[in-house]
């Protein structure tokens, strides 16, 4: 063993437990603080890195190590699948690691330092959003979803989503490294007063949502149990406890029956007497094979007179519920529990024309479990008019893990960035409702059950958020910045290496002429 790889190793294995640090500000160990600083060791072992290629392969390793740990629930459904995913998202790292070797090795001026106070950032949310393509899986542990709990931080999600607190607490974390390692110090403390002061001012700087509506919305869970009859009828008979309370609309959660409504007239007719005595609406989590002979889940609105629409998911959960090139990675189903078949996805995204009790239109975004994940999705119910969005969820599988409450914190980044109210109703916990600023109204955990009734205020139809008018234009511009920088790097680095040719022939000439 050579020197140089005596000291490497020691360094990429610290790396990969560095990549595990940020994964703790997540709801589970919730140390939400923690986010602030979480990347500086990995970020002071690439700087320290003794070249551009060892610093990303340290980025490598610090991604992978983010990953096994923000996602080691999967195992049961991936099995070794996990490790093949860790060093898949890790790579995208490398690119964090070269960045910040490049910027922030050695003696750091103040030149540099600017530079990657923005670049560094930019770097983090080009790589967040590149493994939230849903192809790839979509997105989960994004960085800024760790502030969930802070809707003062949550004001940032409003004008950029999520993207934009993720840049926040990237650019804190790089300037408190730039503080750490050499002068100047006072650009990077005030660079980093700054981010965390923008959140708070934004916040109280935004109007007052104006008050609307406030309408009962009962979520459903029925807990654990044996099987899924069981499962059905712990759902009715909860359901049917709501009689005489004034509800608006009952949500039952994902998976909440197998039975496909279209087909199934006794399960159909006992909801639509269900819907007809608490004089709500009930929307129910279809997940059923179809008369094509196709799984899909499905949002049921039934009423008393039967279903009155239905919205099909459409981001299925990778190898949960269909498994990417089956041919090729069939195999995984065999050593854990992944999809054994593929469900079947829906086409196109649709409000459901629920009504309150008072037969008032409540036009809801109804959405299934994992596309909560998406802000797309939300703000595509925002712009449609939803003035509620709904989610029903299934995290059973993973009830003894960090899963379900990092699940159900998603609701409050949501809410932030649409500018919409946001329910969940979920089988086993979490089930939770936010209001329009992120801020919790309700929660029922994963060791309860029953029906959880929230009076949630609603938000007008035709208010919409910065995010809502722009869309993603943070990871867009953050694209854009990593690519500038990129080409610079390029160009910089032929430049140094024609001057160093340069100076090898100069000399070169001088000893001939000796």
Known sequence: M????????PARYASLAAGGLPV??????????????????????????????????RGWWFGAGFILVAMYWLV???????????????????ALGYTVWRLLHGRVTTRRALAALVVVPAVWVSCEFARSWHALGGPWALLGASQWQHPAVLALASVGGVWLVSAAVAAVNTAVVIACTGRPRALPVAAAAAVL???????????????????TVALVQPGQTPDDSSRLAASERITAGLVGRPVDLVV?????????????????????????????QVLVGEDARKADGRISKDAVLVTPDGIAARYR???????????PLRPLFGWIAGVSKAAAENRAPGSAFRLLPATDRAGRPLPVGALICFESA??????????????????????????????????ASLGAIRAAESGRPVVQAALTGDSVAYDRQGRRLARLDTSGSGALTVAVPLAGSSALTWYDRLGDWVPVGSLAVTAFAA?????????????????AESEERSNVGV
């Open 24 to 57: 703790l500000a997540f709801p589970g160990a919730g140390w939400d603080w923690l986010a602030w600083v979480a990347l500086v060791p990995g970020m002071l072992l690439m700087r320290a890195a003794g070249s551009g290629r060892e610093a990303a392969v």
């Open 374 to 407: 998406f802000p797309d999705m939300s703000r595509a119910a925002a712009r449609d008019g939803a003035p509620l969005i709904v989610y029903q969820s299934s995290t059973s599988t993973f009830q003894a893990t960090w899963a379900p409450a990092q699940h």
């Open 313 to 323: 998911k459409i981001r299925l959960v990778p190898f949960g519920e269909y498994i």
């Open 76 to 94: 049961p459904s991936i099995g070794p699948g996990l490790p093949a995913l860790a060093v898949l998202f890790g790579a995208l790292q490398a």
């Open 2 to 9: 050579t020197l140089r790889t005596a000291l490497t190793r």
């Open 197 to 215: 002061a923008a959140g708070p001012v934004l916040f109280a700087a935004l109007p007052e949502p104006a008050p609307g509506r406030t309408v």
């Open 487 to 503: 080409g610079w790097a390029v160009r910089t680095g032929r430049g140094s290496a024609g001057r160093a040719r340069a100076a």
């Open 252 to 280: 039952w959660a994902e998976s909440s029956t197998t039975a496909d409504l279209d087909r199934d007239t006794a399960v159909l007719g006992r909801i639509r007497a269900l819907s007809a005595a608490t004089g709500a």
